[in-house]
């Protein structure tokens, strides 16, 4: 996209100028503003994931998970994500289907309904699952929330229908290849993460922090969490559930996210240490990319259009990313020593590749001091040819999205260290 020109500017009156100025600050936060030059990303010093705010260098895994890990985890939840309430909710789960002849026999797909009820409200989500017929022991799982209801991710007409979801049935399959992971030996399972928060500036009055009488974003702290914290609590919810299921081995479930799913994938990940791997999607500004290198999406711009992912303290940082006392590489840290693997796009520049990779090479720090190998250098792999060690990585052709040389790669991974 490119800046309209305004050559006439000579001739308009006094509120002409105001409105003209008024459009050129709206334009600056718009995408057509973004860096794409790489010898444009400022200098920047990142934050040492291994040293301590008291300047205490950190050794072993030991000083890592008492002292500098709970550091970390403070600052990303009151500078970034926001605190969730942690008042214990009520949960029950309602089967509402159980059919060993999905997917041409090779599945058993099963509904649940988890009901939250909390201060005599309650809250509602559906969770959707696809587990291979093949394997007689509890299951390894790939989870992920989706985008647009759970019918998007398969033509099975058996599918309910998320609640408030129009999307077509099976309009996002080429994202959900679940014949390739049934195939595999895996199961898969999703929800419509509306279900935990509505993507909106107004959805927090229908999300789940309703159950804790947190119904409007104006009367909100400025370190408690909004869309994605609430995500993340949804995913670890979830995580509860598969700890229920004999079928499910809740000790193997690979947590994945795409873009804001993504964003959500690693901040659940970080707090939540039951996931066995955790996957980013392209999660780009807020996620895995490295905030200080502004390069693609910026904190301002995300915090501008998006007001309702992050808690307020983030925007401190807009236009600002010098003064971030920590950054991204610190979040994919906090997987650690749990296998983590951050993917790009080439065509998917808002999402800064370069920055996702960074990070991911920088957490190897924490994998190290466990012993772990991460990646190899700060050289980037070339396009296609994925990197995997305890921290893998890639670079695919192609634009942003998930596609089947993902999910291959996703496979390949989960077999290695969870087979
Ligand atoms: C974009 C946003 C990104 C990413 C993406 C997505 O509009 O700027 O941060 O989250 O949406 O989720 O698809």
Redesign the pocket.
């Known amino acids: 996209m490119k800046k309209k020109r305004l050559t006439y500017w000579k001739t308009l009156p006094i509120t002409g100028l105001c409105l003209l100025l008024s459009l050129t600050l709206a334009q600056a936060q718009e995408p057509n503003d973004a860096n794409y030059d790489e010898s444009k990303v400022p200098q920047f010093t990142l934050p040492e994931l291994l040293k301590c705010n008291n300047g205490q260098e950190i050794m072993t895994a030991e000083q890592w998970e008492n002292i500098r890990r709970p550091e970390l985890m403070t600052l990303f939840t009151e500078q970034m994500f926001g605190k969730m309430p942690t008042d214990k909710v009520d949960i029950s789960y309602n089967k509402l289907d159980d059919n060993h002849s999905a997917i041409n026999g090779s599945a058993t797909r099963k509904q649940i309904e988890i009901t939250f009820s909390h201060n005599g409200i309650e809250h509602k989500a559906l969770l959707l699952m696809y587990l291979p017929n093949q394997i007689k022991t509890p299951v390894a799982m790939f989870f992920g929330c989706n985008f647009q209801g759970n019918q998007s991710i398969n033509d099975d007409s058996d599918i309910i229908a998320s609640f408030n979801s129009k999307a077509e049935r099976g309009s996002a399959k080429s994202r959900w290849p679940i014949e390739k992971i049934i195939d595999a030996g895996y199961g898969i399972a999703t929800v419509w993460y509306f279900d935990f928060f509505p993507d909106q500036n107004d959805g927090q009055n229908n999300s789940i922090l309703t159950l804790f009488g947190k119904n409007n974003a104006d009367e909100l702290a400025a370190d408690e969490g909004q869309a994605i914290a609430a995500w993340s609590w949804g995913v670890c919810r979830v995580m509860d559930y598969f700890e229920t299921d004999t079928q499910i081995n809740a000790k193997k479930i690979i947590l994945l996210g ?4 993504g ?1 959500t994938a690693l901040w659940a990940g970080a707090q939540d240490q039951r996931f066995a791997i955790v996957i980013s999607n392209e999660s ?3 996620g895995a990319a490295l905030s200080k290198r502004a390069y693609g ?1 910026t904190v301002n711009r ?1 915090n501008t ?2 007001p309702h992912w992050f808690c307020k303290n983030f925007r401190q940082y807009n236009r600002n990313e010098k003064a971030l006392p920590f950054d991204q590489h610190e979040l994919i840290g906090l997987i650690a020593p749990r296998p983590v693997y951050v993917a790009s796009a080439l065509g998917d520049q ?2 800064d590749p370069r920055g996702e990779f960074l990070s991911a090479y920088y957490a190897g720090d924490v994998y190290k001091l466990y012993g772990y190998k991460g990646l190899e250098s700060d050289i980037m792999p070339a396009i296609e040819k994925p990197e995997q060690n305890r921290v893998a990585y890639h670079i695919r052709s192609g634009k ?1 999205d998930v596609t089947d040389f993902d999910w291959d790669n996703y496979i390949k991974f989960a077999n290695k260290w969870l087979k």
């Open positions: 795409h873009s804001r799913l964003k780009g500004c807020g999406e995300i259009a998006f808002w999402s942003h």
